[in-house]
């Protein structure tokens, strides 16, 4: 069962929740924000488990053994409740009085508290948010409400307020390297990939690290960027949505393509090819940074996280390509 030396690099919140439990100080609401696929509901779901738990380790870690322990790592604790919600991008009012507000009045079945963890807390509509104010303002004695969101903008100041905040943050690359090839078994290469993708991302870099089309989804993308200038719109374009077919969206491509032209720019600066992420690629990338110049590159780099910045802005798929495309040949 998890406890909380299974948390990676989230010193901060780990020493925080352990010290909550050992004083029993704990507070009625918490919002923990992070990327997604960050680690938000595995921390959450871990201090819950504790929360519930009869028999706690050292004061804090899930025994594992009792029963709400046994009940928790299979999600059948009736006093751990997972708000849910119907519709993909809002948690209406309905919901939240329903699953929160309305069920906060029936006292825990068997554990002196009842937890409720609701993951995209930042698509709670500003009238879900102050239907729930009030049972962060007046909770029962024995609720504790985790919310987990993206961002904590997204949340009303007032809902902020009655909350302990709880930012996770990127974890540091060597960190999940070693994590990645102790934990998922890959090897050095692989994991250093994996760690640049992710950007401190732990959960986004497990996925990659884990998944059986790793090397499929790497071999095309270095393809993509080895001839790339040759491309027109239509090629990228069919390109992309064979790169989709791995699950590998548009923010990831451009992710892997902000790693390839940082080892070209990195390996045109130093000759050194033992820095590079794409190591086995070193042909193809001193090829690259023979025919470009230092500021054409860094161009590129911009010009991929103006790409991003546009496709967030809902600005046309296939003009942001061209765009970067364009500026690709130029440079």
Partial sequence: MNNFESIIGQDHIREHLRATLTSGRVSQA???????????????????????CEDPAGGFDPCGKCRS??????????????????????????????????????????????????????????????ALLKTLEEPPEYVVIMLLSTTASAMLPTVQSRCVRLDLRPVEDRIVKEYLMKEVKVPDYRADI??????????????LAASDDFEEIKNE??????????MDTSDMITTLKKLDEYRLNINDFLDLMMIWY????????TRDDSALIFRDERDSIATEADEGSYE???????CIEKTRQ???????FELAMELLLLTIKEN
């Fill in 310 to 316: 546009r496709l967030k802005a809902n600005v046309n």
């Fill in 69 to 130: 322990c046994i009940q928790a790592a299979t999600n059948n604790n009736p006093d751990i409740i997972t708000v849910t919600h119907d519709r993909p991008n809002t948690v209406s009012v309905e919901d939240v009085r329903s699953q929160i507000v309305n069920d906060a009045q029936i006292k825990p079945y068997q554990s002196r508290r009842k937890i409720y963890i609701m993951n995209e807390a930042e698509k709670m509509t500003p009238q879900a948010q102050n």
């Fill in 221 to 230: 993308a270095v393809r993509v960027f080895r001839f790339i200038r040759k």
């Fill in 296 to 302: 054409g590159f860094e161009t590129i780099i911009k």
């Fill in 194 to 207: 994996c760690c640049a993708f992710a950007r401190g991302n732990i959960g986004k870099a497990r996925s």
């Fill in 30 to 52: 918490y919002l923990f924000t992070g990327e997604n696929m960050s680690g938000k509901e595995f921390i959450a779901r871990i201090f819950a488990n504790a929360l519930v």
């Fill in 262 to 269: 940082r080892d070209v720019l990195l390996y045109k600066a």
